[in-house]
């Protein structure tokens, strides 16, 4: 009998017990309210789709079963599901391959509920993000940049509804790499209420520049047509300042069979970052951008004359949060829309013609998830800061105002509510409590699905260190939390070398009551850096999430002045502490944080004596239009802030940096650290460097992560 090896010794944590997950926290995955709003579907074992009910959580019956289908296609596991609107049939995901940060190929099928039959979805090749009509009746995917429907009630028949989709120059129905990176979506169609129309956005990327970078054979996967000389990957990546898609909205009319071009008017370089068929199948809605991003529009589209009209107009200084469309939902007769016109993340509700029918939120209630409106009683259901910057409660708001708390632990709580909002699965974590997942009704605990105990109690037999919170002040009167892990055995009478981690990007949040605190879950890299005779600590700067619009943006047009500041500030007041020996504390980040550790370590105090750097932006000149003029302008507007970057501070730079990258990422470009390293070179800096073949900004696969930790940990030991 094979035993699976564990790399955990007693009572000590191992890097590799943290990567091979002998340390992960059991969830309930793939949960899907079903629409008679008492039950979930539920993903078991790859294998199975079961039926719960939102009252016990104990199965209720068997939705699909690989071993137990009708017809000559069989499926030894999947990958994931889609439900159609009636529960009669379910989209199957198979052989899922990746190609960016939220998209991927599939291989789905029609699993028809009733006799058990399985069908592919298509004959003519992989297919991209799936959506059912709100019947059932019909499914809409995109391929090879065209969109295609499936009627399954004319024998699955399949039209092309596009025919100009084209790699790297023509995309119909899924966002080009920069709106599906920025504007958090995979997914460009949408049908309307009585299924007679499709509408979508078309992007053409014929102006956009080509990025391209060499890949290699690699392991684990190895790519073998490039066993004898690398290949090359290209796409198009539109860098600050250059020219994005042009973007457009077009209808297709299911029974004419026309296809319209809305008259829409958005700007020449402005942005869609969402459209959504509302109540009314007349009626289309289209959120657009302009280019600084601080203002955004509403229309309402008729879908067969294509006239477009403005309905909500909405401009908030200096730019306009990532919440707006995340947040974005239709409802009966309108919509809700986030907004910090106020200063505050709230919600608004708006009907049809663009009145506001109400706001959710009050003062300085910062709003950070929305569940849902339900239309019966007239409550809204959302997730909003609670007390502190760093928890998190499930709320109920009625039309009044009036607000019920549902969660009750302090902490992280998010929710996933049934249909019909009568129930809810409550996940509720903290950083001394993994993820538990319990049934809920209002105030009321019907039962607990998850409480991960067992992960608890092997971890607290373990004698770790224990993660705390603190406060300080820095020297510019900014107060900052912060969480520190000191070793088991700490000796308040020494002084111990310090390692601080950070991200600090733009309304992120690393010090959060959260058990997937710090780079790892319950902070075990910090803990086994406390066991390795190191002080871990994490500080959120000026510019971070969880304390208004004022505090997160105040670092407009000058990204990493302020964030570095901070973080040589909190080395400041940690080397005051009589615990701490200020002449041997390091910083490290990944990605933002990366960025942030090369500003920090060249900020022109030399507090940091080792340094790394994962992945980092190292000008903003070579990172997206989207997100970076987001928080900078562009290059020709505001040529002094994007001048401050680590190239530019290269001469500055203090202690001894290792800097790691992947060669293939798609998203901080390896550029980034090409020309970073020739201005050390050129500056006479000495640093090291360590590329990850094949390795995207994840940088993970294979033994990857497990090295990259090592490499981490072995240089701060050498230089602390």
């Not at 299924?195 to 080509?210: C, F, H, L, Q, S």
């Not at 309304?507 to 997937?516: A, I, L, N, P, R």
């Not at 994840?698 to 701060?716: A, C, E, M, P």
């Amino acid at each position: 009998m094979l035993v699976p090896v564990m790399y955990v010794v007693a009572g000590r944590l191992t890097l590799r017990s943290i990567t091979d997950g002998s340390f992960a926290a059991d969830g309930i995955w793939g949960v899907t309210p079903m629409a008679d709003g008492c039950s979930y579907g539920q993903i078991k074992d790859g294998k199975r789709i079961v039926l719960c009910s939102f009252q016990t959580g104990k199965e209720t019956g068997v939705l699909f079963d690989a071993d137990n289908t009708t017809g000559k296609v069989k499926l030894s596991h999947i990958d994931g599901y889609v439900m159609s609107p009636t529960g009669k049939d379910i989209l199957l995901r198979t052989e899922t391959r990746p190609i960016y940060r939220r998209s991927h190929t599939a291989v789905y099928y029609i699993y028809n509920v009733r006799n058990r039959s399985i069908v592919p979805l298509s004959n003519g090749g992989p297919q991209e993000c799936p959506s059912w009509s709100r019947d059932g009746s019909m499914v809409a995917f995109v391929r090879d940049g065209n969109i295609f429907l499936v009627r399954l009630r004319y024998d699955n028949a399949e039209t092309q509804i596009t025919k100009d989709g084209k790699l790297n120059e023509i995309i119909n129905g899924k966002p080009d790499w920069v709106y599906e990176e920025e504007f958090t979506t995979n997914r460009s169609f949408d049908f309307n209420a009585d299924g007679t129309m499709i509408a979508w956005i078309r992007y053409d990327e014929g102006k956009v520049p080509m990025f391209s970078f060499p890949m290699y054979k690699g392991l684990m996967p190895e790519i073998e047509d490039n066993a004898l000389y690398p290949g090359t990957y290209a796409y198009k990546y539109p860098v600050a300042g250059v020219t994005n898609s042009t973007v457009t909205v077009h209808t297709y009319e299911l029974k004419s069979r026309v296809t319209r071009r809305m008259k829409l008017p958005v700007d020449t370089d402005g942005y869609i970052p969402r459209i959504a068929f509302s109540s009314d199948p007349d009626k289309l809605l289209v959120m657009t951008q302009n280019r600084h991003q601080d203002r955004l529009e509403v229309y309402c589209c008729n879908p067969r004359s294509t006239e477009c009209r403005m309905i909500l107009r909405d401009e908030v200084k200096p730019y306009v949060g990532e919440g707006a469309y995340t947040m974005f939902s239709t409802t009966p007769g309108g919509f809700v829309i986030q907004s910090e016109r106020s200063g505050y993340a709230h919600l608004y509700m708006y009907d049809l013609n663009g009145s506001q029918k109400c706001e959710v939120g009050r003062g300085s209630e910062i709003i950070t998830d929305f569940y849902g409106y339900d239309a019966a009683t007239g409550m809204f259901y959302y997730q909003a800061v609670d007390d502190s910057p760093m928890r998190t409660a499930v709320f109920g708001c009625d039309a009044k105002g009036r607000v019920t708390r549902l969660s009750s632990q302090r902490g992280q709580n998010s929710a996933v509510f049934s249909a019909d909002f009568k129930y809810y699965m409550l996940t509720y974590m903290s950083m001394a409590t993994p993820p538990t997942y319990s049934l809920r009704r209002g105030n009321r605990t019907l039962a607990t699905l998850e409480d991960n105990r067992a992960l608890a109690d092997k971890i607290e037999s373990m004698n770790l260190a224990k993660p705390e919170f603190f406060k300080f002040t820095t020297g510019d009167g900014v107060e900052l939390n912060g969480i520190m892990v000191k070793p088991a055995d700490f000796d308040p009478s020494k002084k111990y070398p310090v390692i601080m981690y950070q991200y600090s990007g733009p309304g992120s949040q690393m010090v959060t009551d959260s058990w997937y605190v710090g780079n790892c879950s319950a902070a075990l890299l910090e803990r086994y850096m406390a066991q390795e005779g190191f002080i871990c600590v994490i500080v959120d700067g000026r510019g971070t999430g969880g304390r208004g619009a004022a505090f997160e943006k105040q670092t407009y047009l000058k990204l990493g002045q302020l964030e570095s500041r901070d973080q040589v500030e909190t080395a400041i007041w940690l080397g005051r502490q009589p615990y701490v020996d200020k002449d041997r504390i390091g910083i490290w980040g990944w990605s933002f944080g990366g960025f942030n550790t090369l500003m920090s370590m060249s900020e022109g105090r030399p507090v940091f004596y080792a340094g790394v750097a994962v992945a980092p932006p190292t000008s903003w000149r070579y990172y997206d239009t989207v997100y970076t003029e987001r928080y900078m302008r562009t290059p020709k507007e505001n040529e002094a802030g994007y001048d401050v970057s680590p190239i530019g501070r290269a001469s500055m730079l203090h202690g001894s940096l290792l800097i790691c990258h992947g060669l293939a990422d798609d998203n901080v470009h390896f550029r980034n650290v090409a020309e970073y390293t020739e201005a050390l070179v050129n500056a006479d800096k000495d640093f090291r460097q360590l590329t990850y073949t094949n390795r995207n900004h994840g940088i993970s696969g294979g033994n990857t992560r497990n090295h990259l930790y090592r490499q981490l940990i072995d240089h701060f030991k050498k230089n602390l």
